[in-house]
């Protein structure tokens, strides 16, 4: 009995052994994993802490450039850019209108019929055409018209007082007729005379010819080929586009400026050119003192030679110039873009390197505009190809943290 108590109790004591050797075997495992769980994670901390190094890295990199354009010289000289440093300097103040370009007095004439009769016109005369004067436009035949042709009445209305003349000349020297009978005698032949030569030198056997009154273009055409015309009636007029007026609308508002007004630049609608009057040898001619009667404009009125091919008749953008202002930073319009209503403009950083630059706008006399902010004088600014640029802007092709300085 005592030797199976004695079993029984050395199996417990083997067996609570056991359980022992397993516990402790069971916890340095743990503690060898934890040890091995926190060298991963230093492990991944060190390098959460160099990617998020790296990373900050490279976003001051690309801050620092961020709003710098990258368009290579080579590709900017094929483009055409074109840089110019910003010098303050002189700017007129500008009132904007429209107006209208006319022919000047004395350019230009009207060619008239001479007969009554039906026309037709010599040739092909189209406007715009070149003409000598002299030229041959328009004929006008007046057979079979009632009143008759008018060559033949003034040759025979000729005839008859060239014969009472000669006749009357015979009497008077031997005092049968009187002297007053003669003078009216010699009167009507000399009028007779005048009369049928006019008529006669453009006559031929299509008609009256109608001739050109001045070198220039045809301008207009007045009448269609078959139209029944009056003595005096206008059938082509023709300029010489030598000089012409510039005729601007001005609001009444603008008035107490206007006596400051030397000159203008205007734009034509055709080929959206801006001309300059004082390349043109403008002057100003007048400004009305008071509005029309159906107008609530003014109008002001220059004269200048049409140097270039500027159409009289067509309507016109004008900028007039007012007052000199000094110290004023202007730039051409080729340097600004558009965008929502804003106006940009492009500096240049260096060689390669641009940047874009938020401006406000002043006056505007058609090719440069006052520039109120957004730029300073020593400023380098892209004057021509600002498209160009603008476009490198919206391309990713070069990235911007690529480029070194």
């Known amino acids: 009995m005592k030797k199976l108590i004695f079993m029984g109790i050395l199996g417990l004591f083997i067996l609570g052994s056991c359980n022992s050797k397993s516990n402790s075997g069971h916890e340095g495992h743990d503690h060898g994993t934890e040890a091995h769980d926190h060298e991963h994670e230093g492990h991944d901390h060190e390098a959460e802490g160099e990617g998020h190094e790296g990373h900050d890295h490279s976003n001051e990199a690309a801050s620092g450039h961020s709003d710098e354009i990258i368009l290579p010289k080579a590709k900017a000289d094929a483009a055409g850019v074109k840089v110019s440093i910003i010098e303050p300097g002189s700017f007129e103040q500008v009132i904007k209108t429209s107006g209208q370009v006319l022919a000047a007095q004395g350019d230009e004439s009207v060619a008239v019929a001479t007969v009554p009769g039906v026309v037709s016109f010599r040739g092909k005369v189209t406007e715009g055409m070149s003409v000598g004067k002299g030229t041959a436009l328009v004929s006008i035949s007046s057979n079979n018209i009632i009143d008759g042709d008018p060559v033949q009445r003034a040759r025979i209305a000729y005839d008859i007082s060239k014969k009472e003349y000669e006749r009357m000349k015979t009497l008077v020297k031997n005092k049968i007729v009187s002297d007053k009978e003669f003078a009216q005698a010699e009167q009507n032949y000399e009028n007779a005379r005048l009369s049928y030569e006019a008529i006669a030198k453009n006559h031929s056997a299509s008609g009256q010819a109608v001739t050109s009154p001045i070198s220039g273009y045809v301008k207009n055409i007045l009448v269609k080929e078959g139209d029944y015309v009056t003595i005096g009636q206008p059938l082509v007029s023709v300029t010489q586009n030598r000089r012409l007026f510039l005729r601007a609308e001005v609001s009444e508002k603008y008035y107490p400026y206007l006596r400051n007004i030397g000159s203008a630049n205007f734009r034509t609608p055709y080929d959206n050119k801006v001309y300059e009057l004082k390349e043109l040898t403008g002057r100003l001619l007048s400004f009305g003192k008071a509005a029309g ?39 051409p319009r080729t340097a600004l873009t558009e965008e929502q209503g804003l106006f940009f403009v492009y500096l240049q950083l260096d060689e390669e390197g641009y940047k874009k630059q938020e401006v406000t706008l002043g006056a505007d006399n058609g090719k440069n505009v006052q520039i109120l902010s957004g730029v300073k004088a020593g400023d380098r600014v892209v004057t021509e190809g600002a498209y160009q640029v603008k476009l490198a802007s919206a391309s990713n092709a070069i990235p911007a943290h690529s480029h070194e300085h």
């Open 293 to 331: 009667e159906n107008s609530f404009y003014i109008p002001v009125t220059f004269e200048f030679d049409n140097k270039g091919d500027i159409i009289p008749g067509s309507f016109v953008e004008v900028y007039l110039l007012s007052t000199p202002m000094n110290n004023v930073i202007s730039l």
